[in-house]
């Protein structure tokens, strides 16, 4: 009775979690190289998606570049991995078409969640990962509990290690990075750096570069009305959107749409894969005398 219990209350608790993450995007900025991607945030203008693989495509031909589309394929279909894990545990019968309802259902609900709270717009191909993901977990929970029948212990062990060695990989590429990089490099010394132009009294303090000496996410090759297009360190050239919530700095300070010119090297902060919540201008400019 103690099992069925432990495993319900393990079950809800994910639930929990992956709504705070799934639905209020309650996660920090992920900085992948230059790029740095926020999933953060409202819809951006962009219209609900309800044709499958509409999004999917794109994706997976590289059109958003592949960074971008590892994040938003993979993230998707990882995070319900261990709700297929977990259900068989809570529920001894379950099965593959199961599994795949239960997919379905949970994908649904984190749509529905975002698009009735508006924290984010509805997209028929997330449910498709979504459940995919849970496919999945319950395929990782069949063959484990094979290998323990059959008392296959060895391949239970290399798993697991498997596992770790994935989850060290993560933290270490992708999470230490990301809460130890701050999003502003010079927030560690009020903006201002420590030396001076000429080492003497009354010299102009200068303020750091943006983008910490990385050369940003790309160059700005183009700029419109409300969009800005970059050509990426990848050589992948991408439009993103410019919204009234956009943030852009400067090194100077807060700047606006127009302080954005072409040639301009930037960080930006994503959503979406194309509307950019943060655009911080690198160079190092001379502070106020």
Request: hydrophobic content about 45%.
């Amino acid at each position: 009775m103690k099992k069925p219990l432990i495993s319900t209350s393990v079950l809800i608790a994910y639930c929990a979690i992956l709504i705070k993450v799934m639905v209020f995007k309650d996660i920090p900025t992920i900085r992948v190289g230059g790029l740095m991607l926020n999933f953060a945030g409202t819809n951006g203008g962009h219209p609900p998606n309800f044709v499958p693989f509409k999004t999917i495509v794109p994706y997976l031909l590289g059109d958003k570049g592949w960074i971008i589309a590892g994040v938003n394929l993979v993230g998707n279909i990882a995070l319900l991995i261990p709700i297929g894990f977990l259900a068989p545990f809570v529920h001894r019968n379950m099965t593959w078409r199961a599994s795949l309802a239960l997919g379905a259902i949970a994908g649904l609900s984190i749509e529905v969640m975002q698009t009735v709270l508006r924290v984010g717009i509805f997209d028929i191909d997330d449910c498709v990962l979504n459940a995919l993901g849970v496919l999945i977990g319950y395929a990782a929970f069949a063959i484990l509990a094979k290998w323990i029948r059959a008392r296959n212990y060895r391949n239970v062990i290399v798993a697991a290690l498997l596992v770790v060695a994935a989850a060290a990989a993560f933290y270490g590429d992708v999470v230490y990075p990301m809460t130890h990089q701050p999003l502003n490099p010079a927030a560690d010394t009020g903006g201002v750096h420590s030396d001076r132009a000429d080492n003497g009294a009354g010299a102009i303090p200068q303020r750091r570069d943006l983008c910490g000496g990385t050369g940003g996410t790309g160059q700005i090759v183009s700029v419109g009305n409300h969009t800005i297009t970059i050509e990426r360190k990848d050589s992948v050239v991408q439009t993103l959107t410019l919204t009234d919530r956009t943030t852009i700095r400067t090194p100077a300070g807060p700047a606006s749409a127009s302080d954005l010119k072409i040639g301009d090297r930037v960080t930006v902060v994503v959503y979406d894969g194309e509307t950019a919540t943060t655009v911080l201008k690198c160079g190092i400019s001379a502070g106020p005398a």
